[in-house]
């Protein structure tokens, strides 16, 4: 009978406790849980003059606390405080970290007061009016740390108040639900602002390019839209301006400079001057009261700026509806993505002022209403603007197909001309053969036959001769592989014995100016080349390597390998090139400081290009600058075996 008794009182008890106010809406998180809305537990309790403490909330009005129902708390403009209270029970997650998490980052001050276990409150203070790097944790929310001393249900009561709207979404969350919610909420901030940074960037470069002033009045629109979403989102005093969170209180003069910006772009997009002098009329009476505005809300504080910025911007965004819709009736064809552009920002607007009065609750899609409305307002604008250019275009496709004509046949003139150069030259190339011959009879004149006077002359004739026969010989010789049609037979070549019979031809010189010439290509390399025409490039860049080295200079053949790309270098300590010349020496009879040269006549570069690149390859020049030496470089395919 006694243990009957005992079992009477302790279920009475039981009962006493679940009917109890204070625990009839405990949130008991488990070790599954990630993330619990508060929503649901919440009582409320509206101080109107915000004169009421935590000892008076807790004990004397405590009664006064009204269940929460619906969704997420949402009190527009309010002057009056709103205190909360939740009761939570973490026993099951001693071991884990839980936080405590004010989605919403736009509140002036939040007061968190959670037991101290004496029987009193430690009280936490954050808010967007204080500096960012005075949070706990380095999030955009609101976060608090719950302590996982206390055991049993606990009463947590929570203080808000500020001069916007008030807009509450309380969440229990563990660390790792805190991480991934953060890791999604950055992805899709991402995909917004990239998107918006993308148009801004795009937008850039067409205002570059075509300089329309509508261009620039956009990217003013879009700049500072950027920078009013950056605020409402948190962000702006995250990354932005962390140590001066009273740049927040901006946020209406931000939104009408975006306005204003708006304004202007709409009159030059669709030209109401022209178009429509009345409606640009009223565009210019509505930006001159942006501006005002705008001006005042620097001194106007809020909430009644924002008031304020909310019916402007209905008020704005309206009137743009109705004129370029007229514009689209008028047969003015891009302003149709314009009128669809303008009542997707209209709407999420509108949902989101809404939200603000207290009519709307606060949810996920009353919250990103203007996010969702501005990005597609953003997109159609800019695919307005393409559709803009594409009227402006058709309406000089005229023009440009007689400019194309012209220049086309431009083109070819000066094709010709180009062909006709190299005929004239390969023309005039055979035509020199025949007096050079007839010079080349100076020869068999004996210098001791001669009289003194004509000895000199004679023997600068022959230098003469022979200088003009080889360039004639040379000049063929690059106008045959130049104009030639089909490539040369290919196979596997092996280029390091192709280097060392060219060094062996070339000791006497290499010994008689002290060079040390090292080749360190791997001797079981082989490339795919004509071996013939491989051979002489190869001889043309040891050649120029030798001639500029210094006396006594080094000069290295090597190969790197590249996937299934061979580079053959011939490095070189001489005089070096400029950067400028690089690639100038690769064009015909181009030879760097002079136009004349004793030998040569800047072809042999040209040449071995050529060659090389019927060979499939490619071929270029490396230096960093006057006296720090050269490096020529050959490209071919590696021979797989």
């Given at each position: 009978m006694q243990k009957f008794l005992q079992w009477v009182l302790?279920?009475?008890?039981?009962?006493?406790?679940?009917?109890?106010?204070?625990?009839?809406?405990?949130?008991?998180?488990?070790?599954?849980d990630r993330e619990i809305s508060l929503a649901p537990a919440l009582e409320v309790l509206v101080d109107p003059e915000g004169n009421w403490s935590i000892d008076q909330v807790s004990s004397t009005f405590a009664g006064r606390f009204l269940p929460h129902a619906g969704g997420n708390p949402s009190f527009g403009f309010t002057r009056s405080v709103i205190w909360l209270?939740?009761?939570?029970?973490?026993?099951?997650?001693?071991?884990?970290?839980?936080?405590?998490?004010?989605?919403?980052?736009?509140?002036?001050?939040?007061?968190?007061?959670?037991?101290?276990?004496?029987?009193?409150?430690?009280?936490?203070?954050?808010?967007?009016v204080l500096p960012f790097g005075e949070r706990e944790l380095t999030v955009r929310e609101f976060v608090f740390p719950l302590p996982d001393t206390l055991q049993g249900p606990q009463t947590y009561y929570m203080k808000v108040h500020g001069l916007g709207a008030?807009?509450?979404?309380?969440?229990?969350?563990?660390?790792?639900?805190?991480?991934?919610?953060?890791?999604?909420e950055q992805i899709v901030t991402g995909l917004f602002f990239g998107a918006v940074l993308a148009m801004l960037l795009y937008n850039i470069l067409l205002f570059i390019t075509v300089r329309d002033t509508a261009y620039l009045y956009y990217l003013v629109f879009i700049t500072f839209f950027t920078l009013s979403f950056l605020n409402i989102n948190g962000l702006g005093l995250q990354y932005l301006w962390p140590g001066c969170p009273r740049l927040n209180e901006?946020?209406?003069?931000?939104?009408?400079?975006?306005?204003?910006?708006?304004?202007?772009?709409?009159?030059?997009?669709?030209?109401?001057?022209?178009?429509?002098?009345?409606?640009?009329?009223?565009?210019?009476?509505?930006?001159?009261?942006a501006v005002l505005l705008t001006l005042l809300m620097v001194a106007i504080p809020p909430p009644l700026s924002y008031h304020m910025i909310v019916f402007m911007v209905l008020v704005i965004i309206s009137t743009l509806g109705v004129v370029s819709w007229r514009a689209w009736r008028a047969g003015f064809r891009a302003a149709r993505l314009y009128v669809l552009a303008w009542c997707f920002f209209l709407v999420g607007c509108g949902?989101?002022?809404?939200?603000?009065?207290?009519?709307?609750?606060?949810?996920?899609?009353?919250?990103?209403?203007?996010?969702?409305?501005?990005?597609?307002?953003?997109?159609?604008?800019?695919?307005?603007?393409?559709?803009?250019?594409?009227?402006?275009?058709?309406?000089?496709?005229?023009?440009?197909a007689q400019a194309r004509t012209a220049l086309e046949k431009h083109v070819q003139d000066?094709?010709?001309?180009?062909?006709?150069?190299?005929?004239?030259?390969?023309?005039?190339?055979?035509?020199?053969?025949?007096?050079?011959?007839?010079?080349?009879?100076?020869?068999?004149l004996q210098a001791g036959q001669l009289p003194p006077e004509l000895a000199d002359a004679?023997?600068?004739?022959?230098?003469?001769?022979?200088?003009?026969?080889?360039?004639?010989?040379?000049?063929?010789?690059?106008?045959?592989?130049?104009?030639?049609?089909?490539?040369?037979?290919?196979?596997?070549?092996?280029?390091?014995?192709?280097?060392?019979?060219?060094?062996?031809q070339r000791d006497a010189v290499i010994r008689a100016r002290s060079l040390k010439v090292r080749n360190s290509i791997p001797a079981d390399l082989q490339v795919v080349a004509c071996e013939a025409e491989l051979t002489e490039v190869l001889g043309m860049l040891l050649d120029n390597a030798i001639q500029f080295s210094e006396a006594g200079g080094d000069v290295l053949v090597e190969a790197v390998v590249s996937g299934q790309q061979v580079v053959l270098k011939v490095r070189d300590g001489g005089r070096g090139i400029d950067p400028q010349d690089l690639e100038r020496i690769f064009q015909p009879f181009f030879m760097i400081g002079s136009g004349h040269h004793a030998d040569g006549f800047g072809l042999s570069l040209p040449m071995a290009r050529v060659m090389i690149r019927h060979m499939g390859g490619q071929m270029w020049a490396e230096s960093p600058g006057r006296g720090a030496g050269t490096t020529t470089c050959v490209q071919l395919p590696l021979a797989v075996l």
């Open positions: 302790v279920s009475g008890v039981w009962l006493m406790m679940l009917a109890s106010p204070a625990l009839a809406g405990v949130v008991t998180p488990t070790p599954d209270r939740m009761t939570l029970d973490l026993d099951q997650v001693r071991d884990h970290d839980w936080y405590l998490v004010q989605r919403h980052p736009i509140v002036d001050h939040l007061y968190l007061y959670e037991p101290d276990g004496e029987g009193g409150f430690r009280v936490r203070h954050v808010g967007d008030l807009h509450l979404d309380l969440r229990l969350s563990s660390a790792d639900g805190l991480v991934e919610r953060t890791y999604r901006y946020f209406p003069s931000i939104i009408g400079l975006s306005m204003v910006g708006v304004i202007q772009y709409t009159r030059q997009f669709i030209g109401l001057r022209e178009r429509s002098p009345s409606a640009d009329r009223v565009l210019r009476y509505l930006l001159g009261g949902v989101f002022a809404l939200l603000n009065l207290g009519l709307l609750p606060h949810n996920v899609f009353t919250n990103y209403a203007p996010h969702f409305g501005g990005i597609w307002a953003i997109l159609l604008l800019s695919l307005a603007l393409g559709d803009r250019i594409k009227l402006l275009q058709s309406e000089r496709d005229a023009i440009t000066v094709e010709q001309l180009d062909r006709d150069k190299l005929l004239f030259l390969e023309y005039l190339s055979h035509e020199l053969n025949t007096p050079l011959n007839w010079l080349a009879g100076a020869r068999l004679v023997t600068m004739v022959q230098k003469g001769q022979d200088r003009l026969q080889q360039l004639v010989s040379t000049s063929l010789r690059y106008f045959d592989l130049a104009g030639r049609e089909q490539a040369p037979s290919l196979s596997y070549c092996q280029p390091m014995w192709l280097v060392d019979r060219l060094l062996r």
